[in-house]
DNA sequence: CCATATTTCGTACAGTGTACGAATGCGTAC
DNA sequence: GTACGCATTCGTACACTGTACGAAATATGG
């Protein structure tokens, strides 16, 4: 028995709006995955049918370079007047909490060739810091390239990780090794026995070491030729 | 009019077999991209029905390992005896040119937990290399664990470029930049006026820069101290 | 020949994105 | 009021996905 009155058939749930349908977009994949992010259980979500989305958003696609765009839009800024060293790192640390966090939109990348409006503030904002620093344009590039290629390499392999938490390494780390036949893989082997399964393993500790070494490696770029071109070393032999 | 003998009705296509089915899916992938890649589709270019290739996979995941694996055996192994970083930057170069012709596998990365057997004897080689140039344990963790995130970012943002080749960035980077309004963004706008859109420019010679320094860097990290554990420098202030 | 195992594949089902067009509600002008 | 026009909701349908189930065809061994 439907009720007739029109005030009580606009039930009293918040009205759509392309805003609400990307942020539960991005709720519901992380909460369950981006493989149970369809159409129809973002609508059960919402409350809705289906066929209402397209109202707000013009196909899949575009609620993906949507969430996408969003998790962008959680990294850290380096200030802009700030020096670029601690401004870097403090973006790089900030940029693989929220790429941990969203570990879905590691995959999402490769796909997604239309960036959204925090992406590009994003890329802007560090582009800027590395150039008020006195990095020189070509110098700005590499470093540019180079800083997020390990950011996004790190994060994809965190997020192909078998385990998550430093607590469950074992569980999944020793059945694997198990398999091995005898002689095989005798360096992974080593690896795992005197490394990953030490206690207090965690390989997102490694992060540091890389972020650090090349920081370094880009401090000495810039004061040798003040961010002139040239790679950072020309080995005799 | 079936024929009715049992020699003509088995055609002459070559038997069906796990490494065919494989094979024939990482050129569908390659061909038409990962998108294409169907059970149905791959039926077709196997000229089987669709339900027979279940008798060689277990369901479609096990392709995509297995495709993934068959990458990763494309990559060339360091050579056991040779120095480290000759044989690291080697691997290096040959593993970003893989996938940048399979560029459908990064993305695939995310989800694979399980390695294949190709992607282990590449891990177990690599870290073999490292530790024989006598890197500690510990420091083998850290130059891999950096060295692969590099190589995975770097490949993610190639797939992830809208243009392809040298030839048609112009195209696709123009209009972009023309849609941002008056103020926006000033240093894509530079990086794109002053370098992106220069004559010659390919984001590939980028990934020569990085690799150089993370060696570097690695180089001095380990004579340094015989690769032991600390990071590779301790900023004053 | 038959019996058994291996391999092929036809049918069916639940789930996907979404095109199309019909309903419904809402704001404004008469 | 009432009628129009627009924004919004959504029901139905279609082509396509992975794959469960079981039947058919073929190969193998006695």
């Known amino acids: ?26 709720a519901v994949a992380d909460r369950e995955g981006i493989g149970a992010l369809t159409i129809r259980s973002l609508a059960r979500a919402l409350e809705t049918k289906p066929m209402s989305l397209y109202h707000y958003v013009a196909n899949k696609d575009e609620i993906l370079d949507g969430i996408v ?10 200030s802009a007047g700030g020096d670029w060293r601690p401004g870097m790192h403090r973006r790089a640390q900030s940029a693989r909490r929220v790429l941990r966090c969203h570990s879905w939109a590691i995959g999402l990348l490769e796909s ?7 992406t590009l503030q994003h890329h802007d904002a560090t582009l800027g810091t590395l150039r008020a620093a006195g990095f020189s344009v ?25 385990f998550k938490g430093p607590g469950t390494v074992a569980e999944v780390t020793e059945p694997i090794v198990q398999l091995f036949s005898a002689g095989d893989y005798p360096h992974l082997r080593e690896m795992a026995s005197e490394h ?7 390989f997102g500790n490694e992060f540091e070491f890389g972020l650090d070494l090349i ?12 961010g002139a ?9």
Not at 196 to 202: A, E, F, M
Not at 215 to 226: E, H, M, N, T, Y
């Open 138 to 162: 070509q110098m700005t590039a590499h470093a540019y390239a180079l800083l997020d290629s390990y950011i996004y390499g790190f994060a994809l392999q965190e997020a192909a990780l078998p």
């Open 112 to 118: 997604r060739t239309t960036p959204g409006p925090a």
């Open 229 to 237: 071109l040239p790679p950072p070393a020309s080995r005799p032999g």
């Open 1 to 26: 028995m439907p009720e007739k009155s029109s005030r009580s058939s606009r039930r009293e749930r918040t009205p759509l709006s392309r805003e609400r349908v990307l942020r539960c977009a991005l």
């Open 215 to 226: 920081l370094d490696g880009l401090a000495a770029s810039i004061s040798d030729r003040g």
């Open 196 to 202: 990953v399964l030490q206690p207090g393993y965690d």
């Open 69 to 78: 765009d969003l998790v962008f839009s959680e990294i850290d800024l380096p």
